[in-house]
């Protein structure tokens, strides 16, 4: 186990909501990155936050925008949803933003299906 | 398109075989590869890494293998156990990505027979 947490574990939304995703990171990690991960497709980057600051971002829409709070928990949301937002969402945390090795340690993620 | 991905989608091997999962990359730019296992309802979780200035590094019954001058990179596994029995996914942190900021492969089902 990773001491990555995330909730909820499993959500159903409609097309057009909105949707809040969660991550409490591995204790004492200060970065979290997060991924969206289709069926049968390895997980793509959303985007990274360091200190409470956007670090980097994949190629996905404004609609999905994130949170790192002072305890460097996370939030993902997404806005107005669509069908292929159905995914698994997963939470990353590590150490160190620069020079650090790709261990990252995952959460177990968050299954939204989108109706 | 991606610019990791893989030759197989699936593998099976007998327990106690070596296991060989393989990985393709397209931006040869890349200085940094990571294996990854993915359990059915789990996240993925770290095998072992390799940067573009190594060929091989070895960790417990693994070893990644590098050919950056075919843009190749492999997982082996030695005396494959049913627990191998997971999805593997080979990432890359490309040229001008933060640290973490991972560009994945598809990934390979292992079947282990017992």
């Known amino acids: 186990e990773t001491g990555v947490t995330q909730s909820p574990t499993h959500l159903i939304k409609t097309r057009g909501q909105q949707v809040t995703l969660r991550c409490s990171s591995q204790?004492?990690?200060?970065?979290v990155s997060w991924y969206q991960q289709a069926l049968g497709q390895g997980p793509q980057f959303i985007f990274q936050y360091y200190r409470e600051e956007e670090n980097g971002r994949g190629n996905f829409p404004p609609r999905f925008s994130g949170l790192q709070f002072p305890n460097y928990s996370s939030e993902l949301n997404v806005n107005a949803l669509e069908l292929d937002d159905s995914a698994l969402y997963l939470c990353?945390?590590?150490?160190?933003?620069?020079?650090?090795?790709?261990?990252?340690?995952f959460g177990e993620g968050s299954r939204l299906t989108v109706l | 398109g991606e610019s990791v991905g893989l030759h197989l989608p699936t593998l099976s091997v007998q327990e106690g075989d070596n296991s060989i999962i393989n990985c393709a990359y397209s931006n040869s730019a890349s200085d940094y590869f990571i294996w990854y296992k993915q359990e059915s309802g789990k996240g993925p979780q770290f095998i072992i890494d390799i940067r573009s200035n190594m060929d091989k590094r070895q960790g417990q019954r693994v070893t990644v293998l590098l050919n950056k001058t075919v843009k190749h990179l492999s997982l082996q596994i030695a005396a494959t156990q049913p627990g191998d029995s997971a999805v593997y996914f080979c990432?890359?942190?490309?040229?001008?990505?933060?640290?973490?900021?991972?560009?994945f492969g598809k990934g390979t089902k292992l079947s282990v027979i017992p």
């Open positions: 990353a945390s590590s150490l160190a933003v620069t020079g650090g090795t790709g261990e990252l340690f």
């Open positions: 990432a890359e942190n490309p040229p001008g990505a933060g640290s973490y900021q991972l560009t």
């Open positions: 204790s004492g990690h200060n970065t």
